[in-house]
């Protein structure tokens, strides 16, 4: 696989004494942005350094269609887009040594750039529909170095939603069997950050609805009140893929600006701790 040579310094990422400052409005549409640069809409902007054009960490979030057959059908694909991308991609820069792409990238699974690109971003699969050529891309790319990751879907039926089209991305390995729930042990969960728990994060509105209560799921779903994290693995034991089921990291990325009590609780605390893990973990294994 031909993977760029990033330069991994992400042990010097503030790990303790974790603060942000919040920053950024209301929520914004931008579906006209899809083919170009996004607009920043307040996030800061970044120069590269010149001598490191092909050490940078790009986030990639993959277009797929949903809701049945055909090209760019459904939007699902897009959700939280672009603020979460860009959100993450300026808090990674700002946390760390690592070199950082700050528009990122949205890439289909049967562009050729794909393989340029180690982490991969697939947003609110519970309805996807992958072609044969879009499924044999996304085994090879997983099975020669690259890593998925699958964040926002809940409850029992967009689990199954899902997996109905993982199951013949791997018609040949039995994924109910394989796909592994990973313990709170797992370097995964403290890697960079060290998270007492398995973080769920419930899109801004929810979280609002449920505060008094302490609701962080989406009542009207069933299954979806437990969070979830699972992983398949290749067959050298390198994990391939993380499944964050039952929570929504992007929304903690996408809507840190909105509310001081969601950025607090969920951004800061959760959303982008678990989400730095992630890539720590996915470019250093």
Request: hydrophobic share 35%; glycine share 10%.
């Amino acid at each position: 696989m031909k993977l760029r040579a990033y330069a991994i310094a992400l042990v010097a990422l503030l790990a303790t004494g974790f603060a942000l400052a919040q920053f950024g409005g209301g929520r914004r549409d931008h579906y006209n942005d899809f083919d170009g640069v996004p607009s920043r809409n307040g996030v800061p902007d970044w120069e590269v350094k010149p001598h490191m054009p092909d050490d940078l960490f790009t986030f990639v979030r993959i277009r797929y269609s949903s809701g049945g057959g055909g090209r760019r059908r459904g939007g699902g694909w897009r959700t939280d887009y672009p603020d979460s991308d860009l959100n993450f991609s300026y808090r990674l820069q700002e946390l760390s040594s690592i070199e950082v792409d700050p528009d990122g990238k949205i890439l289909d699974l049967t562009d050729p750039e794909l393989f340029d690109y180690p982490f991969i971003y697939m947003i609110e699969p519970g309805a996807i529909w992958l072609s044969d050529e879009e499924r044999v891309a996304l085994r090879r790319y997983l099975e020669n170095g690259g890593f998925l990751m699958v964040d926002d879907f809940w409850g029992d039926q967009e689990w199954e939603g899902f997996m109905s089209e993982f199951r013949q991305v791997f018609p040949d390995r039995d994924l109910d069997r394989e796909l592994q729930e990973l313990p709170l042990e797992h370097p995964i969960f403290h890697c960079v950050f060290d998270l007492k728990e398995k973080p769920q994060v419930p899109a801004i509105n929810n979280a609002i609805r449920g505060r008094d209560q302490g609701i962080t799921w989406e009542q009207y779903k069933t299954g979806a009140r437990d969070v979830s994290y699972k992983a398949l693995f290749d067959d050298q034991g390198r994990m391939m893929c993380i499944i964050c089921f039952n929570t929504d990291l992007g929304d903690g990325w996408e809507r840190e600006g909105e509310n001081e009590w969601y950025f607090r609780e969920f951004s800061e605390k959760k959303s982008y701790p678990m989400g730095i893990n992630i890539v720590f973990y996915a470019l250093t294994h």
